[in-house]
């Protein structure tokens, strides 16, 4: 019989409002991984209310206090590994390699969180007046609400609220419907076994078709001074709308259509392993996964021809074998949309030179040729292992080609020239260039995020700081001033 999870809301595990439980899939057996809590908007505003009353004590608790608590759940959630990549194989069908990354980096995530509790410094400003003393000073907002995807939900999840806690916020997290256990319940038996007051972080899950009614909770919700989220451009654009009207700040983490540019001079063989990693982990449904090769024509025939054999070789399957690298996609409707997305692409002219077809919930590793810019397929996102191969006649098209899409998140360059590479970086319309590296990448510390309609905002070490405190100023007289009436 599948276990039963429960919301986590001022310390404690909670039934919803109703009672209501849903059924929580594995994606490729399709048998009930798990029965979760059905939260409604009224538990997500009860969720809202503890956080709220949390936040003065949490907000003054002792900087090594808090990094005391991180530190102790970074140890936790390592002690988790093997507990954590089984969840993340059964409930969101991910394959050992990218379970791995998950469980590997989330510890360091917490330990980075940690690192951020002493640095919400403010500093001494010069002034124009006479005998004026000026000051900044950083302090936490308040109530920070993170919505989470389902894709990578331990680190996505986790990266939407420990930041802000960190910095003295308090936290209510709604992870995905799909993967509300690795993305929020196990998150909280973290943070509750590591002995963090209750009501700092509280945890809403919810079945199919809920989603929208605890947004719009957290949108409307004054007491919400922040939300953080990762997902698709869609979803963050209407997020975005809404918290518009009530002046509310988001920070959003969006999709990508993500170039890889190889030049002539490139490794070969080290452009293939990066490519192939860069499209194909985690099934491609990860949003900084390699899109589209672009590769000079004197390249273009031998990596062709290496890239598409690697990429047929992929183990396709169960994600707990081992060697699997090629698990299910999350569900029926998103293994749809990428069917509809190359049959596109192929009725606009390109060629499937491998794959192109599903074998049960598993899409094939697929590799397209010829695809049109300025076509759909082109332009938007297909979220799954399918990635374009696009032969251009110079660095000018390959950039040129680049930007041609409205968004804006990872990009790569190949090459063993450096500061070539660096000078076509400067150049990507790209939150993030990684040279000599595929586009797959991240670190606790550094500053992610993307640019056009990949969101606004950065998550990651200090970067943090901007999006989740309030800088104020303050300013003092020593001596009365004279006033001109």
């Not at 009860?46 to 990094?67: D, Y």
């Not at 992870?175 to 700092?200: C, D, M, R, Y």
């Not at 024509?297 to 690697?310: H, L, M, S």
Request: charged fraction near 20%; charge should be negative; proline fraction near 6%.
């Amino acid at each position: 019989m599948a276990r039963e999870y429960r919301m986590y809301i001022d310390g404690e595990w909670s039934d919803a409002a109703d009672g209501g439980f849903y059924d929580d899939l594995n994606p490729f057996t399709g048998e009930v991984f798990a029965r979760v809590a059905s939260g409604k908007r009224a538990d997500a505003a009860r969720a809202v209310a503890a956080a709220a009353a949390a936040f003065p004590a949490w907000s003054r608790t002792l900087p090594s206090e808090r990094r005391r608590l991180f530190l102790k759940a970074g140890d936790i959630l390592e002690q988790k590994r093997d507990e954590v990549m089984a969840i993340l194989a059964e409930e969101t069908g991910c394959a050992s390699g990218f379970a791995t990354f998950q469980a590997s980096f989330t510890p360091g995530l917490l330990r980075e969180a940690a690192s951020q509790v002493h640095q919400s410094a403010g500093e001494i400003l010069p002034s124009d007046l006479p005998d004026a003393f000026n000051m900044t000073l950083r302090q936490p907002v308040g109530v920070v609400a993170g919505i989470g995807p389902w894709n990578a939900p331990l680190i996505l999840s986790l990266r939407a609220i420990c930041m802000p806690i960190a910095y003295g916020n308090t936290a209510v997290l709604k992870p995905s419907t799909e993967s509300s256990v690795a993305g929020g319940v196990l998150i909280a038996e973290v943070f509750h076994q590591a002995g963090f007051p209750k009501g700092v972080l509280n945890v809403v899950t919810n079945g199919p078709g809920r989603s929208g009614e605890i947004g719009d909770e957290f949108i409307e919700n004054p007491v919400v001074r922040r939300i953080s989220m990762t997902g698709s451009s869609a979803v963050g654009r209407q997020l975005a709308e809404k918290a518009g009207r009530h002046l509310k700040r988001v920070a959003l983490e969006l999709g990508g259509q993500n170039p890889m540019i190889i030049l002539a001079d490139a490794d070969i063989d080290h452009a293939v392993s990066a490519a192939v990693f860069g499209a194909f982990l985690h099934q491609g449904q990860i949003c900084m996964s390699t899109r589209r090769i672009l590769i000079e024509r004197p390249a273009a025939a031998r990596f062709t021809e290496q890239f598409v054999k690697r990429a047929a070789g992929l183990k396709v399957g169960d994600p707990r074998d081992p060697e699997t690298v090629i698990g299910p996609i999350i569900n029926r409707g998103q293994l749809e949309d990428i069917q509809k997305s190359v049959a596109g692409a192929v009725r606009d002219g390109a060629r499937i030179l491998c794959g192109g077809r599903a074998e049960g919930p598993c899409y094939l590793p697929t590799v397209v040729a010829g695809a049109r810019p300025g076509t759909p397929f082109s332009r938007e996102e297909t979220f799954g292992p399918v990635v374009s191969i696009i032969e251009v006649d110079d660095v000018e098209q390959a950039i040129a080609v680049a930007n041609e899409t409205p968004y804006g998140l990872s990009a790569s360059v190949i090459t063993r020239d450096f500061n070539r590479g660096l000078s076509i970086a400067e150049r990507i319309e790209s939150g993030i260039v990684h040279i000599n590296d595929q586009t797959v990448h991240d670190e606790p510390q550094i500053p992610f995020g993307g640019i056009k309609d990949s969101g606004w905002g950065r998550f990651g070490g200090r970067a943090g700081l901007e999006e989740f405190t309030e800088l104020r100023w303050i300013s003092m007289q020593r001596v009365p001033r004279r006033y001109p009436f």
